[in-house]
């Protein structure tokens, strides 16, 4: 069977999202606490980088903040 998963399932897989403060969907939500995640119900959050978003309809704010991000470049104590 073909498994999709999700941005923040593979970030949760990756193992970095402890101690991160991101947004996702809200049925995903209990997944990224379990990992150790501090979800929020927000448009979009960036920490220390990582910029994320919740559905489609945040896209205007993701794609401004990931330009704003890109511009910026590296942050200080920045990782994956």
Do not use: C, Y
Request: glycine content about 8%; overall charge negative; charged content about 30%.
């Amino acid at each position: 069977m073909l498994r999709f998963a999700t941005g923040p399932q593979l970030l949760i897989e990756a193992e970095v999202v402890n101690g991160r403060k991101l947004t996702s969907v809200k049925n995903i939500s209990k997944d990224l606490k379990n990992a150790g995640a501090n979800w929020q119900d927000e448009e979009v959050i960036v920490d220390e980088g990582l910029v994320t978003s919740r559905t489609p309809k945040d896209l205007p704010a993701f794609n401004a903040k990931l330009v704003e991000e890109v511009r910026e470049g590296k942050h200080s104590g920045q990782h994956a």
